[in-house]
């Protein structure tokens, strides 16, 4: 090619160029109307005026959108106003982009980048709310079994309307906020190819404070850095867990393979607990929060040492220790499927292949030992399948019970009616075998709502010396600062019902394990609280203490701060281990 031809290349390519910006110019002030005088009349200019302020305000609403989306912290407990001051690092990579691309890659680029963005950010907000709730981020993977639950919970509480409802909406904003924020990313690229050197000059500076402070390791926030990358790292943890997800049955199976009692006969298990009644109560929300931390364990530990001492007096001793659960927040069937059958489950895809196999669960064992083993579920109201797995002889649940007295919020009936009944529907018999029997005391389930009081427990009956007591399903959640105090004294209230129901019922064969089964949410243990639960072993028989005596677990109900701490699913093994087998 000639010089004369290149050169013509060049000025027809900036004639092109000129062009296309004075386009951009004139639709830009088409759009916003003509100059102020320049119309018919007065009003015409104010017209204009108008549609500039409009699309002022447009563009910086899709600007506080995408920022949002970029330096909006995944976790719940983050988000305070100090974590929004932020510079992310991929708006800044964002606008360098713009500024390099062709034109009409740079309107694919962006339109595609928008919703990429919008489906991250969609991803943000279900992290917040599962953290908020189960302290952990959602799993695209292991989750969405848990959607129907969710469905279920606002079927019951707003009518099957208000379900359809609340599904509709939440499907609307998701493909809102796709679109929107894809829209927005478009408007914010077409202005800063616009304003060219501007977006240059200022993505440059931004790109010298976002490296300095990544440097220095700026935060206003602990745990939020001033240098954000959170979309990114959102990105790739995700990325991540999807893998890890995908081959989750796999490394369940290989760990689901390796059973060393699976094959014990049952003249060989439990030999140490032969002609005992066995009680493992699980205690919801019952944390090693309400035991250590300061705004509950005054109160809480002296329930916990007025009742060691109360147990004392009546005979009994009792060691307690630390176990980690597999869950925290909700998801109660998760920690007992991991305390009883010695697997970690701490997701819905491992749940359902744990009931869907042959694995050894403490009950099993127990029943194969020659005892009786029963369940007492009153959160139960409806068919059960999964007690078939765990091997129960009797199940009972909300609709068998016999309770006639109220509901006490999430609580179908008192943890005192539920240990009652198994007193006198099990434990009372003559000529029976001994009994295991597995049992959820719920009253201490949130929204903390609506507690009971203890009675006198021959006045328990079917439950209706508990009128007046309950609030129904219905009732709302303690306002402000009053719902950790309702959690305190639900906690309360649970702990002096088994310190009772010992005293009161409690024999040369009982043995009674209560443990929590998950960390409430961090709405009542704050940020960081971890998934420790306590655990208790109570009996008259020092023989049944002196089988544990080397797992160093503190005396009385209340566990040392220094006392071992075990994953949950480490109990059935140790606990087979130390009593024959």
């Not at 292949?353 to 083993?373: C, E, G, K």
């Not at 009972?396 to 529907?425: E, I, K, V, W």
């Amino acid at each position: 090619m000639s010089r004369s031809r290149r050169g013509n290349r060049a000025w027809e390519d900036e004639l092109t160029t000129d062009s296309r910006v004075e386009r951009e110019t004139e639709e830009e002030a088409a759009a916003a109307g003509p100059e102020p005088g320049t119309g018919p009349d007065t009003g015409t200019g104010r017209t204009g005026r108008g549609r500039r302020v409009a699309a002022r305000a447009v563009t910086g609403a899709a600007f506080l959108l995408v920022l949002a989306a970029l330096i909006t912290p995944a976790e719940y407990a983050l988000l305070t106003p100090e974590a929004f001051v932020r510079v992310p690092i991929e708006g800044v990579l964002g606008v360098a982009l713009v500024l390099v691309v062709p034109d009409r890659a740079r309107r694919w680029a962006a339109g595609a980048a928008g919703a990429v963005l919008g489906l991250l950010f969609v991803l943000k907000a279900l992290d917040i709310g599962f953290d908020a709730v189960l302290v952990r981020p959602f799993d695209l993977v292991l989750d969405w079994p848990l959607l129907a639950p969710a469905v279920e919970f606002v079927s019951e509480s707003a009518g099957r309307a208000g379900a359809v409802a609340a599904v509709a909406v939440t499907v609307l904003l998701t493909v809102g906020v796709i679109a929107l924020m894809s829209l927005s990313v478009l408007r914010l690229s077409r202005v800063a190819a616009r304003h060219d050197r501007t977006a240059a000059r200022a993505a440059a500076v931004l790109g010298v404070v976002w490296l300095v402070c990544a440097v220095l390791g700026a935060q206003l926030v602990d745990g939020v850095p001033v240098a954000s990358r959170s979309a990114a790292v959102l990105a790739y943890d995700h990325a991540r867990a999807v893998r890890a997800g995908l081959n989750d049955r796999e490394e369940f199976a290989k760990a689901a393979a390796v059973d060393r009692f699976r094959d014990t006969p049952g003249d060989k298990l439990l030999t140490g607990l032969r002609g005992k009644d066995v009680v493992l109560a699980f205690v919801e929300s019952y944390g090693r929060s309400a035991v250590e931390s300061p705004q509950y364990a005054p109160q809480v530990g002296a329930v916990l040492d007025r009742g060691s001492q109360r147990l004392r007096d009546a005979g009994f001793a009792s060691r307690s220790g630390w176990l980690t659960s597999s869950t925290a927040g909700g998801g109660s069937w998760l920690a007992h499927a991991t305390l009883l059958s010695g697997l970690w489950i701490d997701n819905q895809q491992r749940y359902r292949t744990l009931v869907h196999s042959d694995r050894l669960t403490l009950n099993t064992a127990f029943r194969r030992a020659d005892a009786r083993t029963v369940a007492l579920m009153p959160a139960i109201t409806r068919a059960w399948p999964e007690g078939r797995f765990y091997g129960y002889d009797k199940v009972y649940d909300d609709r068998n019970l016999g309770y006639r007295g109220p509901r006490f919020s999430f609580a179908t009936m008192p943890d005192q009616y539920t240990l009652s009944t198994l007193q006198h529907t099990e434990l009372e018999k003559k000529d029976r075998p001994p009994v295991m029997a597995e049992t959820a005391l719920v009253s201490s389930h949130a929204p903390w709502a609506s507690i009971p009081r203890l009675v006198p427990w021959d006045q328990v009956g079917d439950g209706s010396v508990f009128t007046g007591m309950g609030k129904g399903y219905d009732a709302p959640w303690p306002a402000g600062g009053r719902i950790r105090g309702e959690y305190r004294k639900s906690i309360e209230y649970t702990l002096n019902t088994l310190v009772s129901y010992v005293e009161t019922y409690g024999n040369d064969r009982t043995v009674l394990i209560f443990l929590g089964d998950h960390q409430p949410a961090p709405l009542i243990t704050g940020a960081g609280a971890g998934r420790d639960v306590p655990i208790t072993i109570v009996a008259k028989d020092e023989a049944v203490l002196d089988k544990i005596s080397g797992w160093n677990w503190q005396d009385g109900l209340r566990p040392g701060e220094d006392t071992p701490v075990w994953p949950m699913s480490a109990f059935r093994d140790r606990f087979l281990t130390a009593f024959g087998g």
